[in-house]
């Protein structure tokens, strides 16, 4: 199934990741941002629901010279004491969260429609992919309305969220490691869509279910 996920990730298909009972226990959908396109989003929007966040390698992070969302809170909680307040340190499933900040590209309009957010998705790859870091701030502005992730520093080895899992998955399919991620959704109950109904979604759209216990093992063996 490793093969198979590695394969659709790299043709710019979409795969279902599931982390892990527990842990957050919800299926994403993942794809390669150098391959997302105005199509991809309302499928995310539509068939999953949740957050559309596009996750960046920590290599690219530290070139971009970005901070976690939680840091920029503490920095300015001197000014704004209710920020202090805020600090997410009681998250039931992980001790930190990997949000950083959310952009716009310039060229987009309000940057919530599916063509802008494909835009502002795609372009982030574009720039990691190139290595124009310092250009960052001359294409991008902030706040917009694309999520960017931080990856863990060495992925899966230090974090077993979403986020590591596919940039892993990104890494050994060898293409630019920044991703989508968003949550399956369940309308009817009102939670994450279960494990059973995901691999049902899968199956009747062709597309790969995985588990991220699975891409956990290859990528700590590689």
Not at 37 to 42: F, K, M, P
């Amino acid at each position: 199934m490793i093969d198979d996920a590695i394969k659709a990730l790299k043709n710019g298909e979409f795969v279902l990741i599931y982390d892990d009972d527990d842990r957050e226990g919800e299926t994403d959908m993942v794809i390669a941002s150098e391959f997302v396109n105005h199509e991809s989003v309302s499928k995310m929007r539509i068939d999953a629901g949740g957050l559309i966040c596009n996750c960046l390698h920590p290599k690219y992070c530290e070139k971009l010279d970005l901070p976690f969302m939680n840091n920029i809170m503490n920095a300015a909680s001197s000014k704004y004491p209710v920020l202090k307040e805020l600090t997410p340190n009681d998250i039931p499933y992980d001790e930190r969260s990997s949000f950083a900040i959310w952009v716009n590209h310039r060229d987009t309009f309000t940057g919530i429609t599916d063509n802008d957010r494909a835009m502002t998705i795609n372009k982030m790859a574009v720039l990691c992919g190139e290595e124009r870091f310092n250009e960052f701030g001359k294409e991008f502005r902030s706040p917009g309305h694309v999520s960017l992730l931080r990856g863990a520093e060495n992925l899966v080895k230090n974090r077993q969220g979403h986020t590591e899992i596919a940039l892993a998955l990104c890494e050994m399919a060898d293409i630019t490691p920044v991703c989508v991620v968003c949550e399956m959704m369940d309308e009817k109950s009102g939670n994450a869509k279960s494990v059973e109904n995901a691999k049902k979604y899968a199956d009747e759209n062709n597309l790969v279910f995985i588990k991220g216990k699975e891409i956990i093992d290859r990528y700590l063996k590689s």
